[in-house]
């Protein structure tokens, strides 16, 4: 028995809105333990949502569609739904009477159109909507299949949700298992090689382990399917004990930490403080710092110093330096990460200089190449020179650069 999720909307189609409907029911599935192996997105035509239901069918014995519950003439899900089991529709006076209360209590008056929203299959249970105007159904319009109708509003979904389908899932058998997963976190090295380490443990069949990689972030997602929460951490614990152990320092985290996060714990355990002196990021990494609570702890401000002018006056960068070995240089990243600890009076200051591109590279200086400069409590100063290419654009070179000087960081910490 598998479930699949179907969303209905041509605004899905075009972009305009995110679908941030299918990412919260497949995290749900997940926790009832409920498998789930296809979704679809669908526009508002009742010709392709039949064709996508035709399929659908044939291989899920439960459907969760999203959208197209509205009053207007593209609002079709329920009598497509409908049309599709040959089904009648009919209205039902308690669903439109609380639609009308709903406007009434808003101070609004019902248009006619809302009349559509209470007309549902036969034989289909209401799926109430306790804060929206468009109800949802539960229908078997056979034995082996189920079908639960949501409206696009996330909110309205979510709730109706939690408050009907999961308590409605579990009396019919489903979810008698669950998922659990737990994602860790890992920088400096490539998907590729760490896959390859780790290669004995991906064929495993539970718990399984699936590697993923974004802006340089590579990612393994342990997840367990067990009777309990409880019982799938004690089956991922050895797993993730045994890959941290084979990543060692790549490691830096699982599930919500982010790099910034967690060198925000770092400082905070040992009592230090950050300043950071940004060129080609402009305000990025200050950025990823302050997102964090309570951050104000520890970071103590930035200077976003594109032109060479505010390097001198506000940072001490060297006119010569400059000059000599040019604004994205080792020397120069060196000089911006001393210069902004020294002027915040912090433990610790991080420079980033690079070219971001599209344009400014030379055949010496491609668009990529980016240098970070790490000043410690001790008086040491480093850079580190990474090379990022001119092929992923200029928010890669960016996001990337943050990442690096934010794990140059954390591994200065660790120690």
Known sequence: MSAELICVGTELLLGDILNTNAQYIAQQLARLGIPHFYQSVVGDNPDRIKRVVRTAIERSN?????GGLGPTPDDLTIETLASFFNTELEERPEVLRDIQQKFERRGRTMSPSNRKQARFPRGANVLPNPIGSAPGIIWQPRPDLTILTFPGVPAEMQRMWQDTAVPYLKRQGWGKELFYSRLLKFWGIPESELAEKVSHLLNSANPTVAPY???GEVKLRISARAASEADARTSI????QQIQEIAGLHYYGCDRDTLASVVGQLLQTRGETLAVAESCTG??????LTEIPGSSVYFWGGVIAYDNRIKEELLGVNVEDL????AVSATVAKQMASGVRDRARTNWGLGITGIAGPGGGTPEKPVGLVYIGL????GTVESFEYRLGDTRGRD????????HALDRLRRALRF
């Open 375 to 378: 000043a410690s409590p001790d």
């Open 323 to 326: 000059a000599t070995y040019g």
């Open 283 to 288: 305000g990025s990494l200050g950025k990823a």
């Open 396 to 403: 890669w070179v960016r996001r990337v650069s943050v990442s």
């Open 213 to 215: 990689a974004n802006y």
């Open 62 to 66: 439960l459907l969760i569609f999203t």
């Open 237 to 240: 614990d050895p797993v993730a």
